[in-house]
């Protein structure tokens, strides 16, 4: 019985295809991106060395979608992802992006609750195009964080209905305070 608590395991072959354990048949990037889609965390490993390969199979998801012209991300944060890679704050870099993602998840989240007890609004187009703008954004912070999303971002209580503007706001000039300390 598959739950959706443990990760999906994809096995790839030594021919480079894609095994689903659960329904014992073979996947594509595109089922894998749709059981993503979905809700649903996966985890891609080699058969043959055990290597954990998800980063390298959800980075290629997201190239893929880049590149048919389904963009997400500007060039210039493509850009500073690059330079990351060569500077000392790469290791602030996931942290950033993991909190940076939660909080948008939060505000997300309570927009939708929101507009959710509004009937005009539960079977609009728009809400069922930010559920899966969201799943997209977590595959991205998964394949960016190696999985570390939900423990690498800064703890905080859940503000008050007025407050989640200030407190996102505050949040973001602390990450980014922090940033600027390890570029010093």
Same mark, same amino acid.
Do not use: C, H
């Given at each position: 019985?598959? %739950? ?23 996947? %594509? ?30 980075? *290629? ?17 493509? %850009? ?7 500077? %000392? ?6 942290? +950033?992006?993991?909190?940076? +993602?939660?909080? +948008?998840?939060?505000? *997300? ?20 195009? +930010? ?5 997209? *954004? ?21 503000? *008050? ?24």
């Amino acid at each position: 019985m598959a %739950t959706k608590d443990k990760p999906l395991l994809i096995k790839r072959y030594a021919s480079r295809r894609l095994y689903n354990t659960e329904t014992s048949d073979y996947v %594509t990037l595109e089922d894998i991106a749709g059981f993503i889609r979905d809700g649903r965390d996966v985890q891609i490993v080699d058969l043959k060395s055990g290597d954990d390969l998800t980063r390298q199979y959800l980075l *290629q998801i997201v190239a893929e979608n880049e590149s048919k012209g389904q963009s997400v991300l500007p060039i210039n944060v493509l %850009t500073d992802l690059v330079r990351s890679y060569t500077t %000392t704050a790469t290791s602030a870099v996931p942290q +950033f992006l993991a909190a940076s +993602f939660e909080m +948008f998840r939060d505000s *997300q989240s309570k927009w939708m609750e929101n507009m959710g007890g509004n009937p005009m609004m539960a079977n609009n187009p728009m809400a069922k195009g +930010f559920e899966a703008m969201q799943a997209q *954004q977590e595959a991205f912070l998964k394949a960016m964080t190696g999985g570390m999303a939900g423990s690498t971002g800064p703890s905080r209580d859940e503000p *008050q209905e007025g407050e989640d503007l200030d407190a996102i706001k505050k949040q973001l000039a602390e990450l980014q305070s922090k940033l600027n300390k390890l570029d010093k």
